[in-house]
C-alpha cells in the first residue's frame, strides 16, 4: 500500500520512515529560549545545548530496506563541532549521546 511523503510530496510504495523534525528540548522551549538558538532539518543549538539529527535503521524481515527512525541525540559543543566540520568523515566519533527525542508512539 503506498504512502505518501511528507518530504517530498510523493507517494512510495517501500514501508515509510518517520522522525521528529525537532529534539524534544526545542519543541519544548520558549519563544524567547529559542530566540538565541537555532534549529534546522539536522542541526540544533538552544542555549548550551547542542543536538545533531540521526536515523536508527531497524531491520524488518523480508523487507531489505528496513525501517529508519529519524531522532535527535544531545552532543557535547566540542562533538557538535568536530561533526560541524566533517559531518561525513567516518574519522570522527563514536561519541556519546542521549536520546533527545519522544518515541511515546513506538
Known sequence: ???RCHACGQDHDDL???GADEPLPWAMAS???RAGGTCGTNLCRLGDDYFIRGVIDIPVHDHPPGFGFGVWVSQKKENFAAYIDA???ADIGP???WLSTRIDYY
Open 16 to 18: 515509510p520512515h518517520i
Open 1 to 3: 500500500m503506498p504512502c
Open 95 to 97: 561519541f556519546f549521546g
Open 31 to 33: 519563544a524567547e529560549e
Open 87 to 89: 559531518p561525513q568523515s
